[in-house]
């Protein structure tokens, strides 16, 4: 079984680690602890990123965007 938990530093408690112990209960696990990038700063992080993102967006505001629907963007990139 894997679970993932994603979670505030703060949020860490005993009753958390209780919860882990019950679940896994009498299993030998493994505990890797990562800190989670913000989506936004991740795409931001290259200057590739940042100007291909804000060509898109002025694109966008010029009325120069396209729209695709869910089921659309599937068809269209789910070949």
Do not use: P, W
Request: hydrophobic share 35%; net charge negative.
């Amino acid at each position: 079984m894997i679970t993932t938990y994603h979670l505030n530093v703060n949020e860490l408690s005993m009753e958390l680690l209780n919860s882990i112990k019950a679940a896994f209960k009498d299993k030998t696990i493994e505990i890797t602890v990562s800190e989670v990038m913000d989506e936004t700063d991740y795409l931001l992080s290259s200057e590739a990123n940042k100007k291909h993102l804000a060509e898109s967006i002025q694109k966008l505001e010029e009325g120069k965007g396209t729209i695709f629907t869910v089921q659309e963007l599937q068809e269209k990139y789910n070949k």
